[in-house]
């Protein structure tokens, strides 16, 4: 049942499956009726297909697509002047669904990483595939690097670390850093030149989003991977003696 309420409270999510093992959820923007090259058998999960009647047709809802073409040659939908399209659910409803970006949500419960004291925040990769770049979307809390300058999203507001010093980074679960690529990390002579800060144009100490660049090659995942997150000073082992607070977030894949 727990399950069955999570996907019904996500607008994106269309089918489920149920980790016995683990007792967890995963959530899909898809049905394996839809994409039957994406659906392996597995004893240890249990799929089901979310079985709420969609909105009528004249409401928009929005739904992540892979594609809008793919979803029109693989389900027969009816395109609408490029930016919508007519999708029936197989029980009758039909609705005028957004075409989106091809964000898929990865977490089922909300990831918290704290500033200091190895205080990463682990999830789990859903599918195999070749990641592109990743999202964190902020939902609640906040960090602070020093206790005598502002409070932070994703990074330090101290001036050595610039107008927008970002600290957030997502790594393997053998610490060894996948994003922001090599190229855009910066480092302090007070962490030993270890690279742990970076900024984004764009994204600033409270943005709600984290959106990260494309990595320069995209790279391979499998299904269950642990990765983390991690904020810069406390995956350095530096400066983080002053550090507190703790962000919670959802955390978005994009796939190649």
């Avoid at 005028?96 to 970006?101: F, I, S």
């Avoid at 770049?133 to 409070?151: D, E, F, Y």
């Amino acid at each position: 049942m727990g399950c069955y309420l999570m996907c019904e409270k996500e607008i994106t999510c269309q089918s489920y499956n149920f980790v016995i093992d683990h007792k967890v959820c995963e959530l899909n923007n898809r049905t394996k009726e839809a994409r039957p090259e994406d659906f392996m058998p597995d004893p240890t999960r249990f799929y089901m297909k979310r079985s709420k009647n969609r909105v009528p047709l004249g409401s928009i809802q929005e739904l992540p697509a892979e594609s809008c073409s793919e979803i029109k040659a693989s389900e027969g939908n009816e395109m609408v002047n490029g930016d919508y399209w007519i999708y029936s659910d197989g029980n009758g409803q039909t609705i005028l669904a957004r075409c989106e970006e091809n964000w898929q949500k990865i977490n089922t419960e909300l990831v918290c990483f704290g500033a200091r004291d190895n205080q990463y925040g682990a999830f789990n990769i859903t599918k195999n595939g070749l990641l592109k770049t990743m999202k964190l979307v902020r939902k609640s809390g906040l960090i602070k690097c020093n206790p005598v300058h502002p409070a932070s999203y994703w990074g330090c507001t101290y001036a050595a670390y610039g107008t927008n010093g970002l600290m957030t980074i997502i790594t393997n679960a053998k610490r060894k850093v996948i994003l922001p690529s090599a190229g855009e990390l910066k480092a302090h002579n007070w962490c030993n030149t270890e690279q742990h800060f970076y900024s984004i144009n764009g994204t600033h100490h409270t943005s709600p989003e984290l959106v990260y660049h494309d990595l320069p090659n995209p790279l391979s995942v499998s299904r269950d991977q642990e990765l983390q997150i991690w904020y810069g000073q406390d995956w350095a082992d530096c400066g983080e003696d002053g550090n507190n607070g703790t962000t919670c977030v959802d955390v978005y894949a994009w796939y190649a």
